[in-house]
């Protein structure tokens, strides 16, 4: 960093740009079962799907990724597959697929879908068949297999809650498999060339469908070995070396995202050299958030961060609070577990396996304050954002349904009937919408949110348009300030354009701290959001104060830049959303054509959509 004006650089070169586009996205996660069910069958679907593609434009995501998706008995939520190229009918068609595919990328959306490469569905016809195949054979050998069941005893049991094993005994085969989940996701065995050919099978099958990037569900436990603990083996990061190498070959802009629950260290390695994963989600950082907000302390944030920030080229944190899965607490020593279930889930009925089991504004008591902190580091942090579907209205869970369940409830999307999610009879719906009364859907929606300016909604909306404002946020470097008081956390987020100053206050009451900025002297901190001066930056201590769990994001900038910087003032969501129950909007393709040839061309394709 240099105190000096420097020239703005030239960007990249829009090559790069692209290819580099990951590091600048915010990412919404969705499961289209959970999202909008246009055929009112009680299952949301790709068509619901679609019609809701402007309302996470106007949210400002632009990268959706999507649960799985594929035929499956659904024993784990789809992550149990039993056909990788086919599409469960009650979500729809492929055909449809491609359509939303085309409709997301219409609006500059990318699409990023799973690929659950560890195991497979017991169902799926490769184990059906494996099962019945000698010992030995190529078809016997896509899983792993044993007699004794009594290999890899130093492999934990990650569902400790359901499983007492990670070998089931099969009748048919008369032999033991090996699991790392639930008995009906039998391992693929990644030592099989058949196997890694039918991975790049799939990979390429999706790519010709125009998916733009892949989480890699459950990478660390590819392979096993004899005296390990079978995860983060080196013959596992081979394979991954592989899958990146034939997205490279097919398609340079795909991205890939592993799903490494791992120690810092270990989690750093899915990036490889370069050429592994190009992002990996943030489980190091996630529960040392939460650890820093109940301890009123900056120290657990700030430690994770010093130790995970050096990465390859290209490559990206994907930074998330929470998803479709427990909070996961496996990471964090027994004290620490202990305690943030003492904070965060009081009740037994919250936690399942190691963690817990809550959405955002249920974990923090519907405290807006709170919330509004840990959004404001989900989108100035080293990474790339993602929300999960729902956090960004504040939606509530249901700790009564099994499993993780909880957490995967029908997004709220109005007061009406079946939160506005679908008008299929009640007992149809694929789990039932929240309805207790702080978070349940008919205080806790999109429509009633859009039109209240202060709704969480529209607040996160804000927060994403001055973050993609700011280039620095998403590809910058990260250096933290050491002010004196340890409830407030000071980083600055820059490029070689920007530098912007972050400041959190931790702590449920005031606060005030100094800071030592002389580096900067003569530079002037602008608040972004309204644009308000602040008093000039000089050699002395920086004194700064924030209210209870209050935060600041300001630009530093030299004075002859302070005219006319520009800030990012509230704006209102856009009036012409679609409601439920109307038409689909005209494809943005289509806008550009000659208006009166896309009115004719909408009522056709409206009419031929909705009778299908
Ligand atoms: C991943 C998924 C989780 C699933 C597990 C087994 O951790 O996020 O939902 O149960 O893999 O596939």
Not at 425 to 433: E, K, N, S, T
């Amino acid at each position: 960093m240099s105190q000096k004006k420097s020239k703005k650089k030239p960007s990249l070169d829009t090559t790069d740009q692209r290819k580099l586009w990951y590091k600048n996205a915010v990412i919404y996660q969705l499961h289209v079962r959970a999202f909008y069910d246009a055929d009112n069958d009680g299952v949301g679907d790709f068509r619901g799907l679609a019609k809701w593609l402007d309302y996470i434009k106007d949210l400002g995501a632009d990268a959706i990724w999507l649960l799985p998706f594929c035929q499956s008995p659904l024993r784990d939520d789809g992550y149990d597959i039993s056909d990788y190229k086919a599409i469960n009918p009650a979500y729809g068609t492929l055909d449809e697929f491609r359509d939303f595919v085309e409709q997301a990328h219409a609006r500059d959306i990318r699409v990023i879908t799973e690929l659950v490469v560890n195991h497979s569905s017991d169902q799926h016809p490769w184990f059906q068949r494996a099962r019945r195949a000698p010992p030995g054979s190529p078809e016997r050998d896509y899983y792993v297999w044993s007699d004794t069941g009594h290999e890899y005893e130093e492999a934990r049991i990650i569902f400790i809650d359901s499983e007492v094993s990670n070998w089931t005994w099969d009748p048919v085969a008369k032999a033991y498999y090996w699991h790392r989940f639930y008995a009906c996701q039998p391992d693929l065995n990644f030592d099989n060339p058949l196997v890694i050919r039918e991975i790049k099978d799939i990979l390429n099958f999706w790519l010709d469908l125009g998916v733009d990037g892949f989480r890699l569900d459950a990478v660390p436990y590819l392979v096993e070995r004899e005296g390990t603990t079978g995860e983060n083996l080196h013959e596992t990061h081979s394979v991954l070396k592989i899958i990146r190498a034939e997205v490279e070959r097919r398609h340079p802009e795909c991205v890939l995202l592993a799903e490494a629950n791992q120690p810092a260290e270990l989690t750093l390695r899915y990036f490889g050299r370069g050429d592994e994963c190009h992002m990996a989600f943030h489980f190091p950082l996630m529960p040392r958030l939460f650890m820093s907000l109940a301890q009123e302390d900056s120290a657990p944030i700030v430690d994770i961060i010093e130790q995970t920030r050096a990465l390859p080229d290209d490559c990206q944190w994907a930074l998330f609070l929470r998803n479709h899965d427990e909070l996961t607490l496996e990471m964090v020593t027994e004290d620490e577990r202990d305690y943030l279930w003492h904070v965060y889930a009081t009740h037994r009925r919250l936690r399942i396996n190691l963690g817990i089991r809550r959405r955002l504004a249920t974990l923090l008591n519907g405290d807006r304050r709170r919330i509004e902190l840990l959004y404001s580091l989900l989108f100035s942090l080293n990474g790339t954002p993602v929300v999960y579907y729902g956090d960004e209205i504040g939606m509530g869970d249901n700790p009564f349904l099994g499993d993780r369940d909880g957490v995967r409830t029908p997004m709220q999307w109005s007061a009406d009937r079946n939160a506005g999610f679908s008008r299929a009879d009640h007992v149809a719906l694929y789990l039932p919408p929240i309805h207790d009364p702080l978070f349940g859907y008919g205080a806790v929606n999109v429509e009633l949110q859009r039109s209240m300016r202060s709704s969480l909604l529209n607040w996160v909306r804000w927060m994403i348009r001055a973050r993609r404002a700011h280039p620095a946020f998403g590809s910058g470097e990260i250096t933290f300030l050491r002010p004196g008081n340890p409830k407030m956390l000071a980083y600055l987020r820059h490029d070689e354009n920007e530098m912007i100053l972050c400041l959190v206050n931790l702590c449920e009451t005031a606060q005030a701290t100094q800071l030592d900025l002389s580096e900067w002297d003569g530079r002037v901190p602008v608040e972004m959001f309204g644009g308000c001066r602040f008093p000039d930056i000089g050699v002395e201590p920086y004194t700064v104060t924030l209210p209870g769990h209050g935060f600041l994001w300001l630009k530093l900038l030299p004075e002859d830049e302070v005219e006319t910087a520009e800030c990012v003032p509230f704006e209102a969501s856009r009036p012409d959303l679609p409601a439920p129950d109307r038409p689909l909007p005209t494809r943005p393709r289509e806008r550009e054509k000659d208006s009166q040839v896309v009115a004719e061309e909408d009522q056709i394709d409206h009419e031929g959509h909705d009778s299908a």
